[in-house]
């Protein structure tokens, strides 16, 4: 590996002869130091060789270069530490940082859930009140809980935003879990009374009970639950409300319908409008587009509730007006496609995701399948036009123009009025499963919650295309793209 010549000339040229450097030609007395104001520093080693170090940024990934004395910086004098060193010396850092990051924090019967967003252009304008109803549409649905009928979410903000807008700064927020005073005693922060602890005795099939126990070391599920539960979506589509109202400065919106619960499946493509209006209503069923398919399906939920079983299904997302360019296929881990799969795929019970036709794509011959091009179309971003969409809107791992759309499948709820065998954590002893107040099906919530990821993933794609640290930077740049793409 050859380190290259522009920082080469630079380090020469400064007579910079630190111990530890970067490609950025930052430097520190420790590798340590490096790293902390260097992000392409971030990775590990052992520093105990001698000769100076150079750490290099290649793409997404980062190398540590070791330079041989006594010729530093001469070209080809550059070697990488050799592969037998201990697999701990080097750690390559494929996955470089987002430019919008987020994660969650809280358990479903604890206090409250917290969620961070940081990222966000200063200048994006916040809607309280759509914030809130977004959170409402999660509770909805026919085959809920009772969870539901004591939760009313709403997003309490802690930071991150002043006088209704973003200001730069991450963003934090608070939903309050009412349910909480019923477990104080059971799931204290401090010692409290392990006689009041609710004990989840006996693993849920397919459940992450019994998979968390063993990876925590719990000798039983209750932690597992607390954390691997549904609830904690919750947290995510307040931040995807954010990032859906990031999205709709630039004109792009995303929304979801169902398309399958239990034997019901709508056989056609929905149109956006029909989207458009079910997010319009004010009462949510099952949120099918079609009327007389939603009351089938409404039936199929009523044969589990008299049986004590839970039902699974279907649910698409859709955004609309996305322009080209977003994701790219010059890396495995930047592609668009496999953003949105993983995203997706990381909902709780979700065990698939398909892009446009991807599942009946794979039994059909390429002629049936591919979206022929032509150049008639009179609005959109380009007059590039297709004559269907089975891609789904990307192609090569980058958003086409076309509407994205996004299939998740959803496995029926693991936690049954009826429960499947199981064992006891304590005695080994064949028992039923444990139970705990659940829903029956949560189709129609889990789109809403997809919605949300589909919404982030997009954003953080638009911004790293875009960048902006304040709104009218980004929309400027967007502008600038838009305006190019129309002069392609």
């Known amino acids: 590996m050859v380190v290259h010549q522009k920082t080469t000339n630079f380090l020469i040229a400064k007579k910079i002869f630190a111990l530890y450097l970067c490609g950025g030609t930052h430097r520190g007395n420790s590798f340590f130091v490096a790293r902390e104001i260097c992000d392409a520093a971030r990775v590990r080693f052992e520093p105990r060789r001698s000769g100076r170090c150079l750490i290099v940024p290649s793409g997404p990934s980062i190398f540590l270069v070791k330079i041989v004395p006594p010729l530093p910086f001469l070209q080809d004098t550059s070697v990488l ?22 994660f969650t924090a809280g358990e479903s019967h604890g206090e409250a859930l917290v969620a961070f967003l940081s990222g966000m252009p200063a200048g994006l304008k916040i809607d309280q009140i759509f914030l809130d109803r977004e959170l409402w549409r999660r509770q909805q649905g026919y085959g809920r809980g009772g969870r539901m009928k004591i939760e009313r979410d709403t997003a309490h903000i802690l930071s991150g935003v002043r006088q209704g807008m973003t200001i730069g700064s991450p963003i934090s927020v608070q939903l309050e879990n009412r349910d909480w005073k019923n477990w104080q005693e059971s799931l204290p922060v401090g010692e409290g009374d392990p006689s009041k602890h609710k004990r989840v005795a006996s693993p849920r099939p397919g459940h992450a009970d019994l998979a968390g126990a063993l990876k925590y070391n719990f000798p039983e599920a209750r932690y597992v639950l607390e954390r691997a539960s549904a609830r904690e979506s919750a947290a995510r589509v307040a931040l995807g409300a954010i990032a859906k109202l990031f999205l709709r400065e630039l004109g792009i919106e995303v929304l979801s319908h169902v398309v399958t619960t239990g034997a019901v499946t709508l056989p056609d493509q929905v149109p956006w409008e029909k989207i458009r209006a079910l997010h319009a209503r004010e009462e949510v069923l099952l949120n099918c587009a079609d009327p007389e398919a939603e009351q089938r ?11 004590g079983d839970s ?10 007006q996305v322009p080209p360019g977003l994701g790219t296929y010059v890396q495995w881990d930047e592609r668009l496609d496999a953003l949105l799969a993983a995203a997706v795929m990381s909902l709780q019970a979700v065990k698939a995701v398909e892009i446009g036709a991807g599942v009946t794509a794979a039994f059909a011959p390429g002629s049936a399948v591919h979206d022929e091009i032509g150049y008639t179309a009179s609005s959109g971003y380009t007059a590039f036009s297709r004559t269907r969409n089975n891609a789904g809107g990307i192609e090569g791992g980058v958003s086409n123009g076309q509407e994205l759309r996004v299939r ?15 064992v006891d954590f304590s005695t080994r002893e064949p028992v039923k499963a444990a139970y705990e107040r659940s829903d029956v099906c949560v189709v129609p919530a889990a789109g809403v919650a997809a919605e949300a990821m589909v919404a982030l993933t997009l954003a953080r794609c638009a911004l790293e295309k875009f960048g902006g640290d304040s709104m009218i930077e980004t929309l400027r740049n967007f502008q600038g793209y838009c305006e190019q793409l129309k002069n392609y």
């Open 408 to 422: 998740g499948y959803l496995k029926p709820i693991s936690t049954l009025r009826r429960p499947l065998q199981s």
């Open 311 to 320: 039902l699974g299904g279907v649910f698409e997302v859709v955004a609309h």
């Open 297 to 307: 399906m409404k039936e199929e939920v009523d044969k589990v509730l008299k049986t």
């Open 81 to 102: 530490i050799p592969s037998s060193e201990p697999r701990s010396a080097l750690a390559i850092r494929y996955n470089r940082a987002f430019m919008l990051r987020y």
